[in-house]
């Protein structure tokens, strides 16, 4: 199968989760290093890390990914063409 084959409707779906993640994460990280009283969840710590922040790298690296996948197949289909 050819990249300019591929669906990338998925890709874009998960694009937009994962930047929804990443803003939904990083106010809860936010909140929780300004002391605003905002827990991040049941587990509020590991290894001295507000477990929002864990969350907030998970979204960043899947946002990274998932937008250089979408980047790459745009300048594959120009090439192309």
Same mark, same amino acid.
């Given at each position: 199968m050819r990249p300019h084959n591929i669906n990338k409707t998925p890709i874009i779906i998960i694009v937009i989760v994962s930047a929804l993640g990443l803003l939904f994460s990083g106010y809860l990280a936010l909140a929780e290093f300004s002391g605003q009283g905002i827990s991040c969840g049941i587990v509020r710590e *590991?290894?001295? @890390?507000?477990?929002? =922040?864990?969350?907030? =790298? *998970?979204?960043? @690296?899947?946002?990274?990914?998932?937008?250089? =996948?979408l980047l790459n197949l745009k300048s594959v289909r120009k090439v192309e063409k």
């Open positions: *590991m290894l001295r @890390i507000p477990a929002c =922040v864990y969350g907030f =790298v *998970m979204y960043a @690296i899947i946002f990274t990914f998932a937008l250089a =996948v």
